[in-house]
């Protein structure tokens, strides 16, 4: 598998645990980096296989480009559990979909 993303079930205990300053740390972090993929000097390229979750879809998501393999599934499934994804990822994918949108589609 490429990546299937953040341990959710760690994220939930972290919560309850009223730990939020190391959550909250943890998704600062991922946050950045995701960020400097994103506005990297370089171009940036994410090759994902097999499962690509969570985070994993992200990290596809914030690339330049995306070269998938044919049998990849692909997805934020963090709305799955009622949680919305903290990398960026929707914003990403709305950004990406309204790149084809033309005057007067919407």
Do not use: W
Not at 31 to 60: F, K, N, W
Not at 72 to 83: H, N, P
């Amino acid at each position: 598998n490429f990546s299937v993303g953040a341990n959710i079930g760690m994220i939930f205990m972290m919560a309850a645990e009223q730990e939020y300053d190391e959550l909250n740390m943890a998704i600062k972090y991922f946050q950045d980096t995701m960020m400097r993929m994103r506005y990297s000097a370089v171009p940036t390229i994410s090759a994902p296989h097999g499962m690509a979750l969570g985070g994993g879809c992200e990290i596809s998501l914030h690339a330049d480009k995306v070269v998938a393999a044919a049998e990849t599934y692909m997805g934020l499934v963090e709305f799955g559990v009622g949680v919305i994804p903290g990398g960026g990822g929707s914003k990403e994918m709305a950004l990406r979909a309204s790149d084809t949108f033309r005057k007067g589609d919407v």
